[in-house]
């Protein structure tokens, strides 16, 4: 079992999903709930595990570099007449890059696990639903093969779509569809590229392979291949491995989002039910972030290079229209999904540096977005579980009926905005620090993403101000009587994620240790 600890940790939810769907959908709900805190439980338990025991030289980026509790058997083999053979492998690992994400998915999964304790209709089908995503996101973050990747991306997509279009909002549908769109319309970006590798690499002996490190590596390219580096093909008047490079930004970019391929999110967020905003703005988002630095940068280093100005120009652009957009948003929901969208900004600015402290603090500002994030979501959620109504502009006052909820939502806000001392800060400060350091940029991408944290501060204290502090009033009186403090499982809840927050910014050496070697290295590769 200990040499399959990876496996166990992306296919537990399996049986317990089995198990559901053969319970009788009018089992009691607390059944179906149990399992879901009792699985998701047993895989944080053990990402926390594989956390502690992985050894930071483990430097996967390249073929030949070590991955850590890597598992790898022939799963397909096929014969392609004068293509030769296909192969996919069922191949796993981890190293520094992954295994921060690891930890991070199976966090984000159990706390949505424990905030759908309030989900009360169709529980048998919710609880399915949330088991498939639970193994697909944590199956993206330790695929080392493509196809096997892909398979993870994809799936992720069925239970998102209905668990959206379930147990939404009023405009559930609408979200959904529009989520679904542009979800495929990446996949299939994708799933172009990877069919071109695939028809380029060749193991030893001509088997054509979707091994992602292999694919790093010039010699495992067949000669005259489409994607071959010394390929002189032109698609479009560009050079095709620019053109794939940017098939896949623009893939990974619409998970991500990146503006101008943002528009799915506010709408999906905003009619999403808390648990499953907790899911998307915690975990899902960084799996397109971690696609181009699992895949586009290593396969096409020198078409990352050369678009780095594009990519970082992109964050930036992100950054500060996401910022904007929240400070005018009156839906509290829609502001939080605006500045995820800000905040994503920074770990593409913090990628395009290709130096080491930009990309050390891009994926630290994942980590930190993750948690933070799902923080500020389960904060909305408290305050729509009371009154069912989330207008910023419909309530005053709110620090005197909930001192509690008030005093986390400030360490919440000030941590968000960067506040020293809390993960937020630790992740775009190094991402600044790597953005005015790179040659690539030019001054205003760096000075740009500056100006994103003015914005950031100005929308959170605005908010902070008109929500909590003054006499207290609502736009319905009705609503005073339910504005009652936090109860246990939310104080459970949010005071866990605000710790883990402030321990991340005050020990950042917790997961700068494990990543230092592994992001060197990607570095290292992508600007030689």
Not at 159 to 170: D, S
Not at 265 to 283: C, K, N, R, Y
Not at 352 to 381: C, D, K, P, R
Not at 420 to 444: D, K, V
């Amino acid at each position: 079992m200990g040499q399959h600890l990876l496996s166990l940790l992306v296919f537990l939810p399996l049986p317990a999903l089995t198990l559901v769907l053969f319970m009788p959908a009018g089992s009691r709900p607390v059944f179906f709930k149990l399992i879901l805190l009792v699985v998701t439980g047993l895989q944080l338990g053990l990402a926390i595990y594989l956390f502690g025991q992985y050894n930071p030289d483990a430097t996967g980026i390249t073929e030949g570099a070590t991955m850590a509790f890597a598992e790898r058997t022939d799963w397909i083999t096929l014969r392609m007449g004068n293509l030769g053979a296909l192969s996919v492998d069922y191949y796993v690992g981890v190293d520094g890059l992954s295994i921060p994400m690891v930890l991070l998915a199976a966090l984000v999964m159990f706390v949505g696990a424990v905030s759908s304790w309030t989900i009360n209709h169709k529980l048998k089908g919710y609880t399915a639903l949330y088991l498939l995503l639970s193994t697909s996101v944590t199956g993206c973050f330790v695929a080392l093969d493509f196809f096997l990747f892909f398979l993870f991306f994809e799936f992720m997509l069925l239970p998102m779509y209905f668990l959206i279009g379930i147990w939404g909002g009023e405009r559930r549908e609408y979200a959904a569809i529009k989520f679904f769109i542009y979800t495929l319309i990446g996949s299939v970006c994708i799933l172009v590229v990877m069919i071109g590798l695939h028809l380029s690499v060749v193991e030893p002996g001509g088997v054509h392979t979707f091994d992602l490190l292999a694919m790093t590596h010039p010699e495992n390219f067949v000669r005259n291949s489409v994607l071959h580096p010394a390929s002189g093909l032109l698609v479009g008047g560009i050079p095709v491995r620019q053109a794939a490079f940017l098939l896949l930004l623009i893939g990974f970019a619409i998970k991500l989002p990146a503006v101008p391929v943002h528009t799915w999110l506010p709408d999906a967020h905003v009619e999403a039910p808390t648990p499953i905003s907790v899911v998307l703005a915690g975990i899902l988002l960084k799996i397109g972030a971690y696609g181009l630095l699992r895949i586009a940068y290593p396969v096409f280093p020198a078409e990352a290079a050369h678009f780095s100005y594009l990519t970082g120009g992109l964050g930036t652009v992100s950054i500060l229209y996401g910022a904007f957009n929240a400070l005018a948003a009156d839906d509290l929901k829609r502001m939080v999904a605006y500045s995820s969208v800000s905040h994503m900004g920074f770990a593409l600015v913090g990628i395009s540096a290709l130096n080491t402290e930009g990309v050390s603090g891009a994926v630290y500002q994942l980590f930190s977005h993750g948690i933070l994030s799902a923080l500020l979501f389960l904060l909305v959620g408290v305050l729509y579980d009371r009154t069912h109504d989330k207008t910023i502009s419909f309530y005053r006052g709110l620090a005197t009926p909930m001192p509690n909820y008030t005093a986390v939502t400030t360490v919440a806000f000030f941590a968000s905005l960067g506040l020293p001392a809390f993960s937020g800060f630790i992740g775009e400060f190094f991402t600044l620090i790597g953005a005015f350091a790179s040659e690539r940029y030019r001054r205003w991408v760096p000075f740009g993403a500056t100006l994103g944290l003015i914005a950031g501060a100005a929308y959170f204290l605005w908010t902070l101000q008109k929500m909590f502090f003054g006499p207290l009033w609502t736009r319905n009186p009705a609503w005073l009587p339910k504005l009652t403090d936090l109860r246990g499982r939310e104080k459970f809840l949010l005071y866990s994620l605000a710790g883990l927050s402030l321990i991340l910014g005050v020990f950042p050496n917790i997961l700068l240790g494990k990543m230092e070697k592994t992001l060197t290295h990607w570095v290292e590769w992508i600007t030689r």
